[in-house]
């Protein structure tokens, strides 16, 4: 009787403790449900079959893995578009936080006109999105002529070989896109900065140590977190870009008669399983370190 008694106050306990959490959580978990959940396992279904668009409504036709196996062995571009942009992000992502951490630590320090600076930065993210952004690089204004005036594409293919040659060169000749994309990495780390207590700065640097000495012994290690968030907003970010060349093919698929919207939800869910293993594998990699760094301390 005193273990029910005992269960039953624990059962009590956490449901005052979680349920008022949980009932401001509900409108989203509805609008979650009924506007992500239901769209998102109707594209499930309709990647294992043939939709045809008729006089009554949708057709289906079931054909299982068909298009999933089409898309590797009869798409002649996806396969290639896919592989390709992966590098390019697998190349982009670790730049921009670089960038953003390099920034950061610089508007971290106190200086007139700080403030200025750190808009400065986060400004592109506020008008460089999505119609805009898509505009300006039709104008070719997104892309940095150097590459093109001083033929840089031999000595890229030189150093790096010519199966990794077009991925660097599509990095370099975007590189307007990590000033554009930084700033809420920047935004995050500088907020992470702020979570570190003075004292601690005080205390080594009456030690004797460096600025240098305490990036690697205290900031770094305390920016972990946040570097993981950056990498994780990195690359759901560029993976959701405007000109994404993997997401223009699914479209145009959509909208083909031969294809239609099966092979092209068939397609999104590749695509979607891609991304989600490389966020696995940032999570992964995060935990280890954390746990590494639990078991020293």
Known sequence: MEARERRRAELR?????????L???LPWLLGFAAFVVIPVGWSLFMSF?????SVGGFKYEWIGMRNFRDAFLKDNEFPVQLITYIQQMLLMVPIIVLFALFISLLLNQKFPGRFLYRALFFLPVIFATGQVLSELFT???GEIPFLDQYNLEPIVI???????????????????LILWYSGVQILIFVAGFQTISPSIYEAVRIDGATPWDSFWKITLPACVPFITLNVLYTIIDLFTFPLNPVIAHIRENMFKVDTGYGYASALAWIY??????????VFAVSGRHLRRREGRA
């Open 272 to 281: 979607f399983a891609f991304i989600f293993v490389l966020i696995g594998i």
């Open 139 to 141: 104008q070719e204004v």
């Open 13 to 21: 306990y956490h449901g005052s403790r979680y349920g008022t959490g």
């Open 23 to 25: 009932l401001f959580m």
């Open 158 to 176: 030189e150093y790096v070989g010519q199966q990794f040659a077009e991925p660097v060169m599509s990095v370099l000749g975007n590189a307007v």
């Open 49 to 53: 079959n043939k939709v045809q668009v």
